[in-house]
């Protein structure tokens, strides 16, 4: 319904412009406050604003309006949107969906910038007690408790439905799919693309891989004994019958990928170089929506390095960092205690000042094409 042809004299305009579209940060904070190892149902369904919250609107001005970013990726967590008594599905919370929708609405309608809708839920459903590990993964047949593919659908387009009026709206199929099968994860990603498209939205959708969908192992098996396929293997069967989606990476700069450590020890480009060369191969397109390093200059200077090769390789449609959010407080959702998160007006645990006055200045507000960015018009691979 959305759905432009690009004029040419856009084509060449981007072309000059680098082919970053979206470049922004994570909102992370609508998954909160269910951590409680064997206290199963902790924390659901929640308080608002006190154990989950969306955005503070005020720092998202200060991002549109001063740090001129064009996208969030705003979290929240599918056990509250679908309760447990009403199983994964179509039926929603419609409290938690109104307080979802409002940071998405604030984002797309008040700001003009774009938001990646994210199941934070690692493609597992029923028992986030001890996210990322707990949950039954999604459609796994052996498991009675588990939600199924088709009920992964039937949420998936009752969400796009909700948003199909809207062209600022990216959707996210999960979060960091991670130790199941990679032809699983296939099935659950053209689920929820079919579920989409089924309702007659058409703008750009983020499809994860396996293995935390690490942009560095996309080549690479997974699993405890490595019975999983690469991501590389399967993804390109993904069919999008409006040609709009992209591949949803996350790329961490510390020694293990996690983001949990203050230094950086994994160069991006050559750890990219494999996923570069198979998008290339299967003209796909790629956003980093989660990334990260520390408060450090060897961080700073891979954080900058790793920014230049994805402008400067046309597989790469954007990027998005890893985290802001209402609830981090002094908490460091990224790259060590003394880090701290991107929330302007934060500080760390040393009381220090937070990453948004130190890693943000230093290597990614200078990587935002400003004038590159896609402003307007439905989100899109181009
Ligand atoms: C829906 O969400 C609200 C706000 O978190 C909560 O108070 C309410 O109990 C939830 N309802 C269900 C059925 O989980
Ligand atoms: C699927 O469920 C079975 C039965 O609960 C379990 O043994 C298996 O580990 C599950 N598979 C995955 C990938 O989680
Ligand atoms: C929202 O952000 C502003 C600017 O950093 C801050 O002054 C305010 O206290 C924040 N509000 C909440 C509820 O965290
Ligand atoms: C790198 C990092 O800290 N990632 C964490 C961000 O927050 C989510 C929960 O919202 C964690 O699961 C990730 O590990």
């Given at each position: 319904m959305y759905w432009k042809p690009l004029v040419s004299t856009l084509s060449i305009a981007s072309s000059v412009l680098g082919k970053i579209l979206y470049a922004g940060v994570n909102e992370s904070g609508g998954?909160?406050?269910v951590w409680s190892p064997g206290n199963v149902g902790f924390g659901l369904p929640g308080r608002f604003n006190v154990d989950y919250s969306f955005i503070n609107k005020t720092t998202v001005d200060i991002f549109v309006d001063e740090e001129k970013i064009n996208v969030f990726?705003?979290?929240?967590l599918m056990e509250r949107m679908c309760p447990l008594s009403y199983g994964l599905g179509s039926r929603f919370n419609e409290t938690y969906f109104v307080h979802f929708a409002d940071a998405v609405n604030y984002i797309t309608i008040a700001k003009d910038a774009y938001v990646i809708i994210d199941p934070h839920n690692y493609m597992r459903y029923n028992e986030p007690s001890q996210q990322p590990f707990s949950g039954s993964v999604i459609g796994n047949s052996s498991d009675p408790t588990a939600a199924t593919t088709k009920q992964f659908q039937q949420f998936w387009s009752e969400l796009a439905r909700r948003f199909v009026h809207n062209p600022k709206v990216i959707f996210g199929i999960n979060n960091e799919p991670h130790d199941m099968p990679t032809e699983l994860v296939l099935?659950?990603?053209?689920?929820?693309?079919n579920g989409i498209r089924a309702v007659g939205a058409r703008q750009l959708i983020l499809a994860p891989g396996n293995a935390w969908t690490g942009g560095h192992s996309w080549t690479e098996k997974s699993g405890p004994a490595g019975e999983y396929a690469p991501s590389s293997e399967v993804m390109n069967n993904l069919f999008d019958p409006v040609h709009n989606t992209a591949?949803?990476?996350?790329?961490?700069?510390?020694?293990?990928?996690?983001?949990?450590?203050?230094?950086?020890?994994?160069?991006?480009p050559s750890n990219l170089a494999a996923l570069t060369a198979w998008l290339k191969e299967n003209r796909m397109k790629a956003i980093i929506s989660e990334f990260g390093g520390g408060n450090n200059q060897n961080c700073i200077d891979m954080l900058n390095e790793m920014l230049e090769y994805i402008a400067a390789n046309d597989e790469y449609i954007g990027w998005v960092a890893w985290a802001a959010g209402p609830l981090w407080g002094t908490a460091s959702p990224c790259c060590g205690p003394s880090t701290g998160s991107l929330e302007p007006g934060g500080v760390t645990v040393n009381e220090t000042p937070n990453a948004f006055e130190t890693v943000w200045p230093a290597a990614l507000k200078p990587n935002i094409p400003v004038r590159g960015l896609k402003r307007s018009g439905i989100s899109s691979l181009r």
């Open positions: 998954e909160f406050g990726r705003v979290t929240f099935e659950n990603n053209q689920a929820a693309i591949l949803d990476i996350h790329e961490y700069l510390d020694i293990d990928f996690s983001g949990s450590h203050d230094e950086c020890a994994q160069p991006g």
